[in-house]
């Protein structure tokens, strides 16, 4: 499967964006989905996953202000990102898994779009 993300770009602290990941490739929709975000000089981190059922995962950091979606009929998934900090700003990436359940590491993600950077200004 081939993933494509998109939506980032320069917003303020406060301020909302929209991210998607553009999956292509056979029977995408029985694949986990997931965003992880990697600042500079650190670790990949796991931001939202939703598995092939619909349900949903959210970081504790993030719960409450982000919400993970997918729409299968058009293979994309969504971060809606609301009430955004500085230290959010990162390259965010999407990722795919067949294995079942949403989790929060990296490795377990055998497939990864290029990213795509957002920055959030105080």
């Known amino acids: 499967v081939q993933l494509q993300a998109c939506g980032g770009g320069l917003v303020q602290a406060g301020g909302s964006l929209r991210l998607s990941c553009a999956a292509s490739?056979?029977?995408?929709?029985?694949?986990?989905i997931a965003w992880f975000r990697q600042a500079p000089g650190m670790e990949r981190v796991f931001v939202a996953g939703?598995?092939?059922?619909?349900?949903?995962v959210h970081s504790g950091s993030v719960k409450g202000r982000w919400t993970v979606s997918r729409d299968n009929t058009k293979n994309i998934m969504y971060l809606q990102m609301s009430d955004l900090k500085p230290e959010e700003t990162a390259i965010y990436y999407c990722?795919?898994?067949?294995?079942?359940?949403?989790?929060?590491?990296?490795?377990?993600?055998?497939?990864w779009g290029q990213g795509t950077l957002v920055t959030v200004s105080s």
């Open positions: 990722g795919a898994s067949l294995l079942g359940e949403v989790v929060s590491a990296s490795s377990r993600y055998m497939y």
């Open positions: 490739g056979r029977t995408v929709s029985v694949y986990t």
């Open positions: 939703v598995d092939r059922y619909g349900g949903k």
